[in-house]
């Protein structure tokens, strides 16, 4: 039983109105359940309320014009402009659209016969449709998760419930300059030649000019309207709200008509105008347009259809258009390609196996490209080694055969090759990449294939980075495919790094479900990334210390087993405001490293209070309106979002980033993991030994150690007074830092010195292994080094009543 006031779950919002915005969010979700219902009873109620929806929604539109609906949907549930737009508030539904625009083709004509689709008026539907929508959105959540809820089929069918409404309802999950790179990378005609005309009989430039003159004529169109709109309300205005012209009215009443009320015939446009607008072939363009729409076909049962797409089987996965018998197309919610042009492209060109085999190549070398040129931004320098061949142990070798005195390598071990591995400082980062796509099937919501299809990309690129990473922790280095050994005695830390090419959404961050599934079969974890999440981390990271704690905090099992977010950036965005943090178990902390103070109950509760299971809401609106400016989307300047730390500490990180002074990236790292509160204590330290530098003229040291998750690792200032030559100050804060981290066992030690200006003079960093060392004990006693034993005592009752006078009858004597 959680103790009183320990919660045994939390949730994590950016602000205020985030959280309020998510609570009105679940509000609407369950409002349709009945006193004393639980969830899943109600979720068993999914079918009636699905159909009870339908209905009414089937019942408001007989008479209506399908893209007239379609577009009064569209107004209502995607935001035309983006300045000021906030994810975490909005209530709009893109997969609104879709639900309705389903419901509208399984009637089977655009107008139903013999109706006046002027007569009624459905713009005033519009409202209860987002509210049915929503309702049947959210009971398609409940029923996937109710089969979920005791592994029906098997251990991931709840995280193949979340993503498959992640699939549903999140539209554009991937930022558009990132998105259309990757693609251009791929499918552009300079790299990959007339693969793409040759299979869907157009090029990606083609794709992208029609997608483009889409969005032109779209506007054009829109922006018609409202101006000739504004200029008869400001001719009638000006005019002292004279009588205008009848002509003059019937125009604005025409705007008004194609803005607000019968949309669809200003919305809509046919290839002709698409190929005039971007000067593209006819043919071509008819060959874009049919590949990314869906028409209207015979009449259907609409509630089939809708509890398919609810259960993950969507006709627009892969489309945004819907087409009418006479060549009229109108778009949904989202420009044609949007999350899926490699999908269209990966299932057509498959069918011919010569030509998937060069695109499988491209998109090989892409991939591992791409992931190593934002991991190089990240990290600061390049790429030690690209494609590294080395040795493996055979199947029953143990690793330990492999080390740097191995004969007869080949004997057994086989030859195996590393997409990247980067050494920086004293830190290996082992990489692999998968370019493999999560099937249709599995997006779809099949269990068992999506197993399959995480095992092929995830699982294998965690097994693939954690066995290179296994040899060096072990052995100290490799063997490469020279037969030559390779030593990285040097290496201090390792992490690893797995890179997919598709968007992974929950997929990546869901690590207890990877790892129950046996998916990850390691108690060691790399991070687990989309190649365009890597991409926006590369973007938003000033410092490569700030992507190793990243990495650190996201890799570690007390961070990926507590948190839980449905996309990566809101962790990333978490992690930059400081929160993404668990304690370490100061039990554990206390006994494993030498001179820590024993927990107090204090420290227990805090401990068990971080240690709980978090949902992680929206925190990309910052994010979002950084790269929104940056596109050009959104009119609104916002600043760059940043890596939350005490000013004068960064300085001191940046001092050793430039230049790359000795412990600047792991030891950097420490530092900026610090809380708010030991962070200022390590400022105020060296202030403090600057201070009293000046006062006396003698030299002064501060000592901080801060024993963690990722070892122990201690901090030594000093002071150099003006009348001491910086050698001699150097070396002897060199001594002190050196024999108490021997003392204490530290595993690293960071040794600054100051002059009395504040001015750094020098720096030493040691990481040499704790080790026994008789010379070093002998000099601690010399110098008179607290002992170990007493460092980490408590402090005794007495000692805590410096203000309490022992003799309250004899008066404090003044200094």
């Known amino acids: ?76 549930e995607t935001p035309l402009v983006l300045d000021g737009y906030r994810e975490s508030l909005a209530d709009q539904r893109p997969a609104a659209v879709e639900l309705v625009a389903l419901i509208l083709l399984a009637r089977g004509e655009r107008t139903p016969e013999g109706a006046d689709t002027r007569k009624g008026n459905p713009a005033a539907e519009i409202p209860d449709l987002h509210d049915r929508c929503g309702a049947m959105l959210s009971m398609g959540q409940f029923m996937l998760l109710s089969d979920g809820r005791d592994d029906k089929y098997g251990p991931l069918t709840t995280l193949a419930a979340t993503y498959v409404g992640h699939d549903v309802n999140v539209k554009f999950k991937q930022y558009a300059h990132v998105h259309d790179g990757m693609n251009e990378a791929l499918f552009g005609t300079e790299h990959i030649g007339d693969l793409l005309l040759g299979s869907l009989g157009f090029s990606y430039e083609d794709f992208v000019a029609v997608r483009t003159a889409i969005r032109e004529v779209y506007l054009d169109r829109f922006f018609a309207a409202r101006d000739t709109l504004g200029e008869i309300a400001q001719e009638w205005s000006d005019s002292g709200r004279a009588e205008q012209p009848e002509d003059r009215i019937e125009q604005g009443r025409a705007a008004v008509h194609d803005l607000m009320f019968f949309p669809g015939k200003r919305a809509s446009f046919t290839a002709s105008d698409i190929a005039a607008a971007c000067n593209l072939g006819l043919a071509h363009v008819e060959q874009v347009l049919q590949r990314f729409s869906v028409p209207f076909g015979a009449p259907s049962d609409p509630v089939a259809i809708v509890e398919s797409y609810l259960a993950g089987n969507s006709p627009f996965r892969n489309a945004a258009l819907v087409v009418d018998g006479e060549g009229n197309y109108i778009s949904l919610n989202v420009p044609i390609g949007t999350d899926c042009f490699r999908q269209v492209v990966e299932a057509t060109v498959k069918a011919d196996a010569a030509k998937w085999k060069r695109y499988e190549k491209r998109r090989v070398a892409v991939s591992e490209q791409l992931a190593v040129e934002h991991l190089e931004t990240l990290l600061g320098t390049s790429a030690t080694y690209v494609n590294l061949k080395y040795f493996r142990p055979n199947p029953g070798i143990d690793v330990t055969q492999l080390g740097a005195d191995a004969v007869k390598i080949t004997s057994i071990a086989e030859q195996t090759e590393a997409d990247a591995l980067f050494l920086v400082e004293d830190v290996a980062v082992c990489v692999e990449v998968k370019g493999r796509s999560v099937s249709h099937r599995a997006r779809g919501g099949h269990v068992q294939r999506l197993a399959g299809d995480l095992r092929a990309t995830v699982g294998e690129a965690t097994e693939q980075a954690l066995r290179l990473e296994r040899l060096i922790r072990t052995n100290g280095g490799l063997w490469d495919e020279n037969q030559q050994w390779l030593d990285l005695t040097s290496i201090r830390e390792l992490r690893s790094v797995a890179v997919c090419l598709d968007d992974m959404g929950p997929l990546a961050t869901a690590l207890d479900e990877l790892v129950r599934a046996g998916v990850v079969k390691s108690d060691r974890f790399p991070w687990i990334v989309s190649l365009h999440d890597l991409a926006i981390v590369a973007e938003v990271v000033d410092r490569p210390a700030e992507f190793l704690l990243y990495l650190r905090r996201r890799t570690e099992s007390e961070v990926s087993l507590n948190f839980a977010a449905i996309d990566e950036l809101d962790l990333f965005m978490l ?28 420290d227990r509760r805090r401990y068990r209070g971080q240690s709980v299971p978090t949902r992680v809401m929206t925190h990309t609106d910052p994010l979002d309106a950084w790269v929104y400016f940056r596109e050009g989307s959104s009119q609104e300047e916002a600043p760059k979002p940043e890596f939350s730390s005490h000013p004068a500490l960064l300085g001191l990180v940046d001092f050793l980033q430039d230049g790359r002074k000795p412990g600047w990236f792991r030891f950097s790292s420490d530092l900026l993991n610090l809380a708010d509160e030991a962070q200022e204590d390590v400022v105020r330290g060296i202030d403090n030994v600057i201070e009293a530098t000046k006062k006396d003229g003698q030299p002064h040291t501060s000592f901080v150690a801060f024993a963690g998750a990722w070892g122990y690792p201690t901090l030594f200032v000093g002071s150099q007074p003006a009348k001491m030559p910086r050698a001699l100050a150097s070396h002897q804060l060199a001594t002190y830092g050196i024999t108490k981290k021997h003392q204490i066992q530290s595993d690293r030690a960071l040794m600054v010195l100051v002059d009395e200006r504040g001015a750094i003079r020098s720096v030493r960093y040691d990481n040499r292994r704790p080790a026994v060392d008789a010379e070093l004990d002998q000099l601690a006693t010399e110098m008179g080094l607290i002992p170990v034993e007493v460092m980490g005592r408590p402090v005794p009752p007495s000692a805590r009543r410096a203000t309490k006078r022992l003799n309250p009858g004899k008066k404090k004597r003044k200094r």
Do not use: C, H, W
């Not at 509000?27 to 079918?47: D, N």
């Not at 178990?585 to 103070?597: A, I, K, T």
């Open 1 to 76: 039983m959680a103790s009183k006031g320990i919660p045994s779950a939390r949730v994590i919002s950016a602000d205020d109105e985030g959280i309020e915005a998510a609570f009105r969010s679940m509000a609407s979700a369950i409002a349709g359940l009945r006193q004393g219902e639980t969830l899943l009873e109600f979720a068993a109620r999914g079918p009636q309320v699905i159909q009870e929806n339908v209905a009414a929604i089937s019942e408001a539109l007989e008479q209506a014009d399908a893209f007239d609906v379609i577009e009064l949907m569209r107004l209502r």
């Open 575 to 602: 992690f930059l405001s400081g929160q993404l943090y668990v304690e370490p178990d100061p039990d554990r902390v206390s006994e494993e490293f030498l001179g820590v103070r024993r927990p107090t109950a204090k």
